[in-house]
């Protein structure tokens, strides 16, 4: 078969993959049906883009997805790669391996492999800071626990796993510097901010200001001296 297609490992049923994105569950309306309780109904998705091809997990399962064996949030995938949703196991098949140039292992690269629940970390992490500039203050280990419902200790732990696998070296700011490079490999997508209409106000006449001021002067000082007399 000439396209990128799945294969389950249970039926040997093949199913070429769309040209963008195929889904994947136990639901109706999905381009690949895997009839297994432990499925959700949509469960993943396979994203086509030029000569790659990643599985995304959708976080709708408590059973996630592996890739070879390894719990993945998002990954690009290898020929012959096996794919296991919940305990439903399948294999990729059909990638062209030549059409991967020097290029495009380099953008593989950049983003390491990540966990569901180290992918929560880091949108929790730069959801406070994003714009359409650069970051500014990304949230604390305290704001992400409380976003996550998880102790600031755990979050404390998946931050560092995280500086390692996103090499971000010891130093100020460090927060700040894992928090821009996850925007840089587009894993986190910057939010325009929407602009606050502001409410017109009209221009205040100076001139009328001053003379009002300038008349009130004089009454205030008849009046003291009336006062004064009485």
């Known amino acids: 078969m000439d396209t990128p297609f799945l294969r389950i490992e249970a039926s040997g049923e093949v199913f070429p993959l769309r040209d963008v994105v195929t889904t994947v569950g136990r639901g109706q309306g999905v381009d690949i049906h895997l009839d297994d309780p432990s499925v959700s109904r949509l469960h993943a998705e396979l994203v086509r883009r030029g000569p790659y091809v990643y599985v995304v997990d959708l976080g709708l399962s408590r059973n996630g997805t592996r890739v070879n064996g390894r719990p993945i949030a998002r990954r690009v995938l290898d020929e012959g790669d096996v794919l296991s949703f919940g305990a439903a196991r399948c294999?990729?098949?059909g990638i062209q391996q030549e059409e991967i140039t020097a290029e495009a292992e380099l953008r593989r690269s950049a983003v390491p492999e990540l966990t569901r629940r180290e992918l929560?970390?880091?949108t929790s992490l730069c959801r406070p800071a994003l714009s359409d500039e650069a970051f500014a203050t990304p949230a604390t280990a305290h704001d992400i626990a409380a976003d996550l419902v998880v102790t600031e200790a755990a979050v404390k732990q998946h931050l560092l796993r995280l500086y390692q696998k996103f090499r971000i070296p010891e130093g100020p700011n460090r927060r700040t510097r894992l928090a821009n490079e996850v925007v840089a490999v587009g894993l986190v997508k910057p939010v325009p901010l929407k602009p606050v209409p502001l409410k017109p106000v009209p221009p205040a006449d100076?001139?009328?200001?001053?003379?009002?001021?300038?008349?009130?002067?004089?009454?205030?000082g008849r009046r003291d001296q009336t006062m004064q007399a009485g």
């Not at 009328?208 to 205030?220: F, H």
């Open 206 to 220: 100076v001139g009328d200001d001053l003379n009002v001021n300038v008349a009130e002067q004089p009454v205030r």
């Open 120 to 122: 929560d970390v880091l």
């Open 91 to 93: 294999r990729i098949g």
